[in-house]
């Protein structure tokens, strides 16, 4: 645990517990928000062909939009729970390292 807080610039277990709730959230959230975005937009799972593509098309969609609600969910529980500092940062290394550092520029 010492390394991690020492890594991430922790200073106590308590912070260091709330950004694995954080976490967790996030994770949980991001897949529970996609099916009901892409009912919204129209995209059902009846809306793909029966072909066993269709099925993967429908999949690879959800788990794409999965990555930018994960990334918008994960900032916003950060600041509901006290910890947007660390969470922006987070974000922007993350980002960064994924060829989308521009996007902080």
């Known amino acids: ?3 991690l807080k020492e890594r991430w610039g922790v200073s106590s277990n308590f912070q260091l517990i709330i950004i694995f709730i954080v976490f967790s959230i996030t ?3 991001a897949v529970f928000v996609a099916k009901p975005f892409l009912e ?3 995209l059902n799972r009846e809306s793909f ?3 066993w593509f269709g099925g993967a ?3 690879l969609l959800r788990i794409l939009l999965i990555f930018p609600f994960y990334q918008i969910l994960l900032v916003i529980y950060g600041w509901l729970l006290g910890q947007f500092k660390f969470f922006w940062e987070f974000e922007k290394k993350m980002l960064s390292r994924m060829g989308l550092g521009f996007l902080f520029k």
């Open 27 to 29: 994770g949980s959230s």
């Open 57 to 59: 098309l429908y999949w």
């Open 40 to 42: 919204w937009i129209g």
């Open 1 to 3: 645990m010492e390394k």
């Open 49 to 51: 062909a029966n072909a």
